[in-house]
T-cell receptor
C-alpha cells in the first residue's frame, strides 16, 4: 500500500510566522504535489515536483514555496503566514508517466489555522 | 467555464437505492479519469480509474463518454457507509484537475 504521511494533522500559527509543512512518501514516486482545499473551492494545486530539486508552480503559488531535496520528501513553506492561508493542506504523490501513473495518493492532510 | 464541473448535491437517497453522478470536463485531450471518495475531514482516496469506456468494481461502475465529455459514477445498492463526497479528476499536462465534489447522503 502507498503510504503518504504529513508532519502534522493540526497546526496553529500566528500571522507573519514562517511555516513548514512536511510530506513523506514511501513508494519511490517521482511526482509529488501540494494542494489546499477550501469549502466551495475544491482542491487547488499550489506546487508540484516531478524530480528531486525540480518544482513547478500550480494554480495558486503566491505566498508559498517548496523544497524537494530528497525523492521521498516534499516540503511546503509559507514564508509569512497570513489569515487567508488558513486551510486544509493535502500532499499527494504519483508515479511519472501517463495512464495509471496519474493515480495520485494523498496524505491525511494538515489543517492549518493562522490567527 | 470550469475545466471540471460537478453537481455539489447533496444527493439524499435511501439505503438500497441506485444513484448516479456526472462530471463534465472541457479538455478533450484528457486520457485518464478517476473517481475519488472523500470522507468528512479526511483525505481523498482513489475509488476507481477509467482509461477506456468504463470500469466496474462490485457495486460501483464508472463510465466515460468522450463524445459528450463527461464521466459518470453509478452506485448500486447504496449502503450507509457510502455517504461521502465523490470527486472526479482527469489528467491535464501531467497533473490532475479535480472537480469540487458531489456529496452523497445515504439514509436508513
Amino acid at each position: 500500500d502507498v503510504k503518504v504521511t504529513q508532519s502534522s494533522r493540526y497546526l496553529v500559527k500566528r500571522t507573519g510566522e514562517k511555516v513548514f509543512l512536511e510530506c513523506v512518501q514511501d513508494m519511490d514516486h517521482e511526482n509529488m504535489f501540494w494542494y489546499r482545499q477550501d469549502p466551495g473551492l475544491g482542491l487547488r494545486l499550489i506546487y508540484f515536483s516531478y524530480d528531486v530539486k525540480m518544482k513547478e508552480k500550480g494554480d495558486i503559488p503566491e505566498g508559498y514555496s517548496v523544497s524537494r531535496e530528497k525523492k521521498e520528501r516534499f516540503s511546503l513553506i509559507l514564508e509569512s503566514a497570513s489569515t487567508n492561508q488558513t486551510s486544509m493542506y493535502l500532499c499527494a504523490s504519483s508515479l511519472w508517466g501517463t495512464g495509471p501513473t496519474y493515480e495520485q495518493y494523498f496524505g491525511p492532510g494538515t489543517r492549518l489555522t493562522v490567527t | 467555464r470550469k475545466e471540471v464541473e460537478q453537481d455539489p448535491g447533496p444527493f439524499n437517497v435511501p439505503e438500497g437505492a441506485t444513484v448516479a453522478f456526472n462530471c463534465t470536463y472541457s479538455n478533450s485531450a484528457s486520457q485518464s479519469f478517476f473517481w475519488y471518495r472523500q470522507d468528512c475531514r479526511k483525505e481523498p482516496k482513489l475509488l476507481m480509474s477509467v482509461y477506456s469506456s468504463g470500469n466496474e468494481d462490485g457495486r460501483f461502475t464508472a463510465q466515460l463518454n468522450r463524445a459528450s465529455q463527461y464521466i459518470s459514477l453509478l452506485i448500486r445498492d447504496s449502503k450507509l457507509s457510502d455517504s461521502a463526497t465523490y470527486l472526479c479528476a482527469m489528467d491535464s499536462s501531467y497533473k490532475l484537475i479535480f472537480g469540487s465534489g458531489t456529496r452523497l447522503l445515504v439514509r436508513p
